[in-house]
């Protein structure tokens, strides 16, 4: 089977006002910290080495709470800026971490691989927190891909790379970023592809999804699941099956939960339902008979867990929305 493009970027999303974004404002340059000393609402996540990410008109699946977030606040987050770093005032910041916290989440509401110079301070920090044992956990959709020496930096320093996939994604996209994991794999990276699932009625895209299915399960991959949601103004909802529920944190998103947990390749949960030991000693799955992977704490509904009780509330999809503005040390 080949993964086929379904259509054109984002095509069938819903378009918002462009004249609006035009007054909004440029994203704020923020000073880059970790944890809740420096602001941001949990212990597990750092500073994106971005402000902002992608437009509104092309934000991932027509739906990005973050940019919503941002606009709401008056600011384009299109209009992205790298953020400042001082070493020091991070190391402060990684001091007053509880100690048990073992990781930091990279990729909460950015994304770190738009450009060189990006990758390059994303390297430096794993580099750093390294020293006082904590893991980086990236996630990304590699919009462009590091340089060979980031991605030994990144691999020495154990940083893990979830890379997300899924069936609305291009080929060239999803090649991208297969090849990525791979590559980054190679060289000893914990690399894990990280699905955005949904019950699709519409044979390419079903196709695709399985696609990339079988590709986990045949490249022995750990991997996560990540259920997607659609605002009910998005056109994509018409090639989606009928069986779907509304979200209980976001009413006006329609989800299925996830889809594939008897697969065992996707036993890695949101980053919002991982303990402060998270440990991931491998991301071949068949290490996992003699190796285990620590610090897991439960995971996102699944579809069955919805048709049995679809107000089904747990704690990381109330976490997983709490998006605040730092502020700027
Ligand atoms: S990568 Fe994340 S933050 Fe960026 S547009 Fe997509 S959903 Fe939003």
Aim: aromatic fraction near 12%.
């Amino acid at each position: 089977m080949k993964f086929q493009t379904f259509n054109d970027r984002n095509k069938m999303y819903v378009h918002l006002n462009e004249n609006t974004e035009c007054a909004l404002k440029a994203m704020p340059k923020l000073k880059i910290g970790c944890g809740k000393y420096c602001g941001l609402p949990f212990d597990c996540l750092m500073t994106d080495v971005i402000s902002g990410c992608l437009s509104q008109k092309r934000v991932c699946y027509g739906n990005c709470t973050a940019a919503q977030f941002w606009k709401e606040q008056g600011y384009d987050f299109g209009k992205r800026v790298l953020n400042n770093f001082d070493k020091e005032f991070f190391i402060s910041c990684i001091k007053k971490l509880p100690p048990e916290q073992k990781w930091l989440r990279q990729g909460w509401i950015s994304d770190c691989s738009f450009t060189e110079k990006s990758w390059n301070l994303t390297a430096e920090i794993a580099s750093i927190l390294n020293d006082y044992q904590i893991r980086l956990l990236i996630i990304t959709k590699i919009h462009s891909l590091p340089s060979e020496k980031v991605m030994h930096n990144l691999s020495e320093n154990k940083a893990e790379i979830r890379v997300s996939i899924s069936a609305l994604d291009t080929e060239e996209q999803n090649q991208k970023r297969l090849n990525f994991l791979n590559d980054y794999r190679k060289i000893g990276g914990l690399a894990v592809p990280y699905l955005m699932s949904c019950k699709y009625n519409n044979k390419i895209l079903s196709d695709n999804q399985e696609f990339l299915v079988d590709y986990v399960i045949k490249n022995d991959f750990v991997a996560g699941e990540h259920p997607l949601r659609f605002d009910k103004q998005n056109k994509i909802i018409d090639e989606l099956e009928k069986d779907g529920f509304w979200h209980p944190k976001f009413p006006n998103q329609y989800w299925f939960g996830r889809i594939f947990e008897d697969i065992p390749n996707f036993i890695l949960p949101a980053p919002t339902h991982l303990k402060e030991n998270y440990f991931l000693p491998t991301c071949f799955l068949s290490d996992l008979s003699t190796k285990s992977i620590i610090g897991l704490d439960g995971n996102l509904p699944t579809f069955k867990d919805l048709q049995q009780n679809p107000q089904q509330q747990s704690r990381g999809i109330n976490k997983h929305a709490a998006y605040v503005i730092q502020k700027n040390q």
